[in-house]
């Protein structure tokens, strides 16, 4: 036996003597032939010793602080290179005792002793892994990876964030300073034998998949097994778990008023990982959710770096409570390297993401095209756009009705702005039963830079009015297309020097969006526009 790796823990204050992993069987547990794995020793020092004693003294050892009372950790030994190791970080301390010379420990290992006589150890061992020759700084984090993700042990600290690897060598949790706690994770890797399709970290559960009281226990699990090199690994920051009310410094703006824990947690993916079911334990928190599914949604926050005010957000909303337990049932959301929290009690005004399906603002030129989307069964009345200028006073702008249900390709509105600048929208859903959801804020930017210009938009009737400043004398064409891109009308224009004026006649163009290219000897520029009648 040259190298140990072992995931355990031992029972009872530092200072006793709490015993020892294995050791060979022929190790007399003191004198010069003292050889073992991972002792917890009285006077709170954990040893592993391995040396060739010189005559009338001691092996040489290692020496570290040992983990407190039924604290899990992985610890691997190596007489080569004198390593000593605790949950992926060198843990020596102190000189090196005696000669720590040999390599190898021979004859038959004996589980939790090193003698007939002291060291029987007081505590839990789960897993040992033995090689007969030393590893390499790479291999070793291999192994400590296998057992750390097997019983959610966190590898490495916030000061020193360690990565996990697999046994193909592929990093499947990137060592993070800001979410190198609570580590833990489902996945697959043939190469271990590893199949996990359920997790927690050590530090917030029990053991059996309970809870520990406040500390908020998040267990992943999916129904089948990963393939082969799939993970999803899950860290959190160092926050607390308390709540917090979400404002426009920490948005995201649709969820504004709500409340929301201040500790967060990000996912990393290996692989293409589809569904899984997520569950937290609210066992010893004060939730203003209360026991109430519907107050419960994951806020994630999907480009990664934790600052909900900025990219786009899912909402997912919880499957239901049992006990303590808030469920989310088969979601996809969690994906490589998202961050999210738990909302913990809606605000009014909050936006179900599963009701909003989508809503984009696009500007071609000065023409901003809202595009949206519901779920088909709201009984939806009317929608509002709001616009804002700023990003806080919005004011209403049309009344669209909904006639019949939410067409499949969604509903869209185009918008002429004056000119140059950012500006930014909102919708409000209005059912038939007065209820009311607003919709996420976006935003556009119109540069100064365009030429081309539809004078009135929406269009009412048959005209078509274009404004185009032009640099030069030259012909220009001038075509029009549906929605879907067909093409309807082409026109060749001859433009002068500055600005010029042309009418299309769009009189057999039926109601709906269209869009307008303009080629010319400087490129061409595009614009959307609505033929409407005028009458409602």
Same mark, same amino acid.
């Given at each position: ?51 060739? !004693? ?52 021979? /004859? ?9 006589? /002291? ?40 000061? %020193? ?75 959190? /920051? ?44 609210? %066992? ?20 990664? +770096? ?37 909302? %913990? ?31 088909? +069964? ?79 938009? !929406? ?78």
């Amino acid at each position: 036996m040259s190298e140990a790796s072992a995931a355990g823990s031992w029972t009872g204050p530092v200072t006793n003597e709490r015993g020892t992993f294995f050791s060979p069987i022929n190790n007399s547990g003191g004198g010069v032939s003292a050889r073992y794995f991972f002792r917890s020793a009285s006077g709170g020092q954990l040893y592993t010793g391995f040396g060739s !004693p010189a005559a009338g003294a001691f092996a040489g050892y290692e020496s570290a602080t040992p983990p407190a009372s039924t604290v899990p950790v992985v610890l691997t030994a190596s007489g080569t290179g004198n390593v000593l190791n605790m949950n992926g970080l060198d843990a020596r301390t102190g000189n090196i005792r005696g000669g720590y010379l040999t390599t190898t420990m021979t /004859d038959i290992p004996q589980i939790a002793d090193r003698s007939s006589s /002291d060291s029987k150890m007081n505590g839990d061992i789960a897993e040992i892994v033995l090689y007969s020759a030393t590893n390499s700084t790479s291999l070793r984090n291999k192994v400590e990876s296998y057992l750390a993700l097997k019983y959610g042990i966190t590898l490495g600290t916030a000061t %020193t964030p360690v990565s996990y690897t697999s046994s193909a060598g592929t990093v499947f949790w990137t060592g993070l300073a800001a979410y190198q706690h609570n580590i833990f994770g489902i996945g697959t890797d043939n190469g271990s034998g590893l199949v996990q399709t359920s997790s927690n970290s050590v530090n917030s559960g029990s053991g059996d998949g309970t809870g520990q009281n406040g500390l908020g226990n998040l267990v992943l699990k999916t129904s089948s097994a990963l393939t082969n090199g799939q993970f999803l690994m899950v860290g959190t /920051d160092s926050a607390a778990l308390t709540e917090e009310t979400i404002t426009a410094a920490i948005g995201p703006a649709a969820a504004i008023g709500s409340k929301r824990l201040v500790r967060t947690w990000k996912a990393q993916t290996t692989g293409a990982v589809s569904s899984v079911n997520l569950s937290f334990d609210m %066992t010893g928190l004060t939730l203003s959710g209360a026991s109430v599914a519907t107050n419960y949604y994951l806020l994630i926050d999907n480009d990664g +770096d934790g600052n909900f005010t900025t990219g786009t957000q899912t909402y997912v909303p919880a499957s239901g409570i049992a006990g303590s337990l808030i469920s989310f049932s088969g979601t996809s959301a969690l994906a490589n390297g998202v961050v999210f929290t738990l909302i %913990t009690v809606p605000s009014t005004m909050f936006v179900l993401a599963d009701r909003w399906q989508g809503f984009t603002a696009s500007a071609v030129g000065s023409s901003v095209t809202l595009h949206w989307n519901t779920a088909p +069964d709201l009984p939806i009345d009317y929608f509002n756009v709001y616009h804002s200028t700023d990003g806080t006073t919005f004011i209403p702008i049309a009344q669209l009705p909904l006639t019949t249900v939410m067409p499949p390709a969604g509903m869209s509105y185009v918008v002429s702005e004056r000119g140059e600048g950012t500006y930014f929208y909102r919708l409000r859903a209005v059912l038939k039963d007065g209820a009311e959801n607003y919709s996420m804020i976006r935003s556009v930017k119109i540069s100064a830079s365009q030429r081309l210009k539809i004078l009135s938009n !929406p269009v009412v009737g048959g005209e078509l009015r274009l404004q185009f400043h032009a640099s030069a004398s030259e012909s220009v064409i001038v075509s029009l297309f549906s929605a879907s891109g067909s093409r309807q009308l082409t026109r060749i224009w001859s433009v002068a020097p500055g600005e010029n004026l042309l009418t299309m006649d769009i009189h057999r163009l039926g109601e709906g969006l269209y869009f307008l290219r303009l080629d010319g000897g400087h490129g061409y520029e595009t614009l959307a526009f609505v033929k409407s009648t005028g009458m409602k």
